[in-house]
C-alpha cells in the first residue's frame, strides 16, 4: 500500500508553462487559490476604484474653489493644515471604508455562495485542502484587501496633489505650502501603518464572518449582525450593563486609538510621531482579537470540512 | 492492485441509515457501475470515498483513508460530482489556469486538445455556456489530469442524447486505458451497460448485487417463454416474471442453462431488467406501503 505514498513528485518534469511564476510546489495552491478570489470577487479593487474615480471628478469640478481654500488660510492661519489636507482625508476615508464594506460582503459570501451554487464540488475535486481554502480566504480582507487599498489611496493622492499644484502655480503662492501640509511620504507611511493595523484589528471580524459564512445555509448576514445583536439586548435587558456592546463598539471603533497615540477624538489627520506600534502590537485587545480570529476560522475550517453537501 | 476497499461502510444522518455496512471492493482497471434507486446510498458511498463525508467502518482509497487526507488523496482522484458544478463566473481559460496551478498532474495541452473538438471559446464564461458545454468542459479538465481513480456521480443528468451518448464515447474512448479505475452511478442504466466491467446494486443502504459483467452474462438468464411452458418454467423458480406483448418474460438466477433453452428463447438480461427484478418489486412495496 504504501508504494503510494506521498513523495510522489509533485509536477512532473517539464509541465510548466512558459510565463507562470516559479513557486516552490507547496505554494501553488496557495497562490492560485489567492488568483481565483481575485477572478471572482472583482469588486475588491472595483469598488474602491469607482469611489477613487469618484473623488477625483470631485476634485477637478472643485478646482475653483482651491484659491479659496487658500484664501481662507491668509484669513486664519491656525487654519492652514485642516483647510488643506482635509480633502486629501476625506478621500483616504472614502475609498478605505468602501474598501471595508466591500471586504465584509467578500467574507460573508467567500464560504457561503460556493455551497449556494455547488461549485464547492469542483473546489473540492481539486487537491486544495480546507485549510489551504480557508486560509487565502482570510488573507483577502487581512492583507490584500489593505495592499489594493493603500495603492489606490495613493495614487487618488498622488494625482489630487498634482492637480492642486497645476492649478495653484500660476498664481506662485501656496505650492509649497500645499506639500508641505501634505507631505505624501510621510503620509503613505501613516496610512500604510493604519491599514495594516485596523486589518489585524478587525481579524476576529473577518473570521466570525468567514465562520458564519460557512455555517449558515441561508442569509449569512442576518446570521452574522443579529446574534450579537440579540446578545446585547438580552445583556442589558437581564443584567442591565452594557459590556457585550461596549466591546463590540470598542472592537469596531478601537483600532485608531490603540495604533496612535495623542491621536485628537474626531481629526483624522494624523502625524508620523503618532505613530505607535509598541502600543498597538503590545496591546492586550489585538492579541485576544487575533486569538478569537483563529478559533473563528478554525471553526470555518471545520465546518467547510465536515459540511454535509447534499 | 486494490483502488478502493471498504468493509462495514456506514453513514447515517440523524436516524436515516444512509450506508449500513457496505462491502466494496474495486480492483484496478475496472469500470464498476454503482446502481440504486434514489436514497439507496450511492452518492453518500462516493462521497465517503471522495472524502467529502466522514463514516464509519473501514475505508482505504488508493490505500488511504479518504476522510483524514483529501487534499492529498484529489491528486490521484478525480471526480465530477454533478453535472454544472463548474463555477459559473469562471472563463474556460481561468479554469485551465487554476487547474493547471494547483494540480501537479495536469496536462494543459490534453486540456485543449480535447476543446478544440467542442465548440467552447476560451474566453467564454461558464454561465454563457449550455449544460452539454459545462460538462464537456469539466470532461476536458478532468480527462487531461493523469489520475487513477474517476468517480462520476449522475454525470450526464439532464443533457441530450448526444452530448450523453458523446461522454461515454470519448471516455472510454480517449481516457479509459485499462489501468485506470472508474465508478459511476447513473439512472441511465442501458447507457453504461456495455462499458462497465463491475456493477453493484445498493438498495436501501445495502449492497443487493455485486458481480462482474462476466459473472452476470453467466448467472442470469432471461426467457421468452413460450405460452405452453409457462408453468414449467415457474417451477425453476424464476426470480422475475413479466409479461412483453402476451408472452412471459423471467429471469433465472444460477439456473441450468440447457434446460431454460428448452422453455424458449434464452439471453442475458440487461441491467436495467435484472435491476427491476432485484430491487423494483421490493422498493414498490416499500412505497405501496408508505402511500
Not at chain 1, 466591546?247 to 485628537?264: E, H, K, Q, V, Y
Not at chain 2, 489530469?145 to 439532464?158: F, N, Q, R, S, W
Not at chain 2, 436501501?204 to 413460450?226: I, K, T, Y
Request: aromatic share 8%.
Amino acid at each position: 500500500m504504501n508504494s503510494l505514498s506521498d513523495a510522489m513528485p509533485d509536477a512532473p518534469p517539464g509541465t510548466s508553462a512558459m510565463g507562470r511564476p516559479a513557486l516552490p510546489a507547496g505554494a501553488k495552491p496557495y497562490y492560485w487559490s489567492l488568483r481565483r478570489e481575485l477572478w471572482e470577487n472583482r469588486s475588491l479593487y472595483i469598488a474602491p476604484l469607482v469611489v477613487a474615480a469618484l473623488v477625483l471628478i470631485g476634485v477637478f469640478m472643485g478646482a475653483l474653489r482651491l484659491s479659496e481654500r487658500f484664501g481662507a488660510i491668509r484669513v486664519e492661519p491656525a487654519k492652514e493644515a485642516a483647510v488643506t489636507a482635509i480633502p486629501y482625508a476625506t478621500a483616504a476615508i472614502a475609498i478605505i471604508v468602501t474598501g471595508f464594506i466591500v471586504g465584509a460582503f467578500y467574507c460573508l459570501g467567500a464560504l457561503h455562495n460556493e455551497r449556494r451554487d455547488r461549485s464547492i464540488l469542483f473546489w473540492k475535486s481539486m487537491p486544495v485542502s480546507d485549510v489551504t481554502a480557508v486560509l487565502t480566504k482570510a488573507a483577502i480582507p487581512l492583507f490584500v484587501l489593505p495592499a489594493v487599498l493603500f495603492a489606490v489611496v495613493v495614487v487618488t493622492q498622488l494625482v489630487m496633489l498634482l492637480f492642486d499644484t497645476l492649478v495653484l502655480a500660476p498664481s506662485g503662492v501656496g505650492v509649497a505650502r500645499l506639500w508641505a501640509q501634505w507631505p505624501l511620504v510621510r503620509t503613505s507611511v501613516v496610512l500604510a501603518y493604519g491599514l495594516i493595523t485596523l486589518s489585524l484589528w478587525y481579524a476576529p471580524i473577518w473570521g466570525w464572518l468567514l465562520m458564519v459564512s460557512a455555517w449558515a445555509k441561508r442569509a449569512p448576514f442576518l446570521w452574522a449582525v443579529l446574534p450579537p445583536l440579540a446578545v446585547c439586548l438580552v445583556e442589558s435587558l437581564a443584567l442591565g450593563t452594557g459590556s457585550f456592546a461596549r466591546l463590540l463598539g470598542w472592537r469596531l471603533s478601537g483600532a485608531f486609538d490603540t495604533a496612535f497615540s495623542g491621536a485628537i477624538p474626531g481629526s483624522a489627520i494624523v502625524d508620523l510621531q503618532q505613530i505607535d506600534p509598541a502600543r498597538f502590537f503590545g496591546s492586550l485587545d489585538l492579541w485576544t482579537g487575533l486569538a478569537a480570529a483563529a478559533a473563528f476560522l478554525a471553526a470555518a475550517v471545520w465546518l467547510r470540512r465536515s459540511r454535509d453537501l447534499s | 492492485m486494490t483502488c478502493i476497499e471498504a468493509k462495514g461502510l456506514r453513514k447515517s444522518f440523524g436516524s436515516t441509515v444512509a450506508l449500513d455496512g457496505i462491502d466494496l471492493k474495486v480492483e484496478e482497471g475496472r469500470i464498476l457501475g454503482l446502481i440504486g434507486p434514489n436514497g439507496a446510498g450511492k452518492s453518500t458511498a462516493l462521497n465517503a470515498i471522495l472524502g467529502l463525508t466522514a463514516y464509519q467502518g473501514d475505508l482505504k482509497v488508493l490505500g488511504r483513508d479518504p476522510w483524514v487526507r483529501r487534499d492529498q488523496l484529489m491528486r490521484e482522484v478525480c471526480f465530477i460530482a454533478d453535472v454544472a458544478v463548474l463555477p459559473r463566473w469562471m472563463k474556460v481559460s481561468q479554469a485551465l489556469d487554476y487547474v493547471e496551478g494547483v494540480h501537479p498532474r495536469f496536462s494543459r495541452e490534453k486540456a485543449k486538445a480535447f476543446l478544440a473538438k467542442t465548440t467552447i471559446k476560451p474566453e467564454s464564461r461558464v454561465r454563457e455556456l449550455s449544460k452539454g458545454m459545462v460538462t464537456q468542459l469539466h470532461l476536458a479538465l478532468v480527462m487531461a489530469i493523469d489520475a487513477k481513480l474517476l468517480v462520476l456521480d449522475e454525470p450526464t443528468l439532464g443533457l441530450d442524447l448526444l452530448f450523453r451518448k458523446q461522454f461515454y464515447d470519448s471516455l472510454l474512448n480517449d481516457y479509459f486505458d485499462g489501468a485506470r479505475t472508474i465508478v459511476v452511478t447513473t439512472h441511465q442504466v442501458e447507457e453504461v451497460q456495455d462499458i462497465l466491467t463491475d456493477v453493484m446494486f445498493l438498495d436501501r443502504g445495502r449492497v443487493a448485487l455485486d458481480c462482474s459483467m462476466e459473472a452476470f452474462g453467466q448467472r442470469f438468464v432471461e426467457v421468452m417463454v413460450h405460452a405452453d411452458h409457462l408453468n414449467a418454467a415457474r417451477a425453476l423458480m424464476p426470480i422475475h416474471e413479466r409479461t412483453v406483448f402476451g408472452r412471459g418474460v423471467m429471469i433465472f438466477d444460477s439456473a441450468d442453462r440447457s434446460q431454460l433453452a428448452a422453455l424458449g428463447e434464452a439471453r442475458t438480461p440487461s441491467i436495467a431488467d435484472l435491476f427491476v427484478a432485484l430491487i423494483g418489486a421490493k422498493t414498490q412495496e416499500a412505497r405501496g406501503a408508505a402511500a
